[in-house]
């Protein structure tokens, strides 16, 4: 369920189908730069009802999903 909707909302942002996102896509390749990742963070914490705070770099989207995943135990 958290890639469904991290790779959702990537997708909304970049503007491609969510089938595009896999879990070892990178931030870079997809053309998220730091200040995307700033509002991708915001709208994730909206979505999921849950306080992001980065605190690790995160290169793919795996990366993400795992990182959140962790916040949600």
């Not at 189908?17 to 390749?29: G, H, L, M, V």
């Not at 991708?40 to 914490?45: A, F, N, R």
């Amino acid at each position: 369920m958290v890639f469904e909707t991290v790779a959702r909302i990537i997708a909304e942002r970049i503007e491609c189908d969510p089938s595009e996102i896999k879990n070892d896509s990178t931030f870079r390749d997809l053309g998220i730069d730091s200040l995307d990742t700033v509002d991708l963070m915001m709208s994730l914490e909206d979505e999921l009802g849950i306080e992001l705070e980065l605190d690790q770099k995160l290169e793919t989207v795996g990366d993400l999903v795992e990182f959140i995943e962790n916040k949600q135990e």
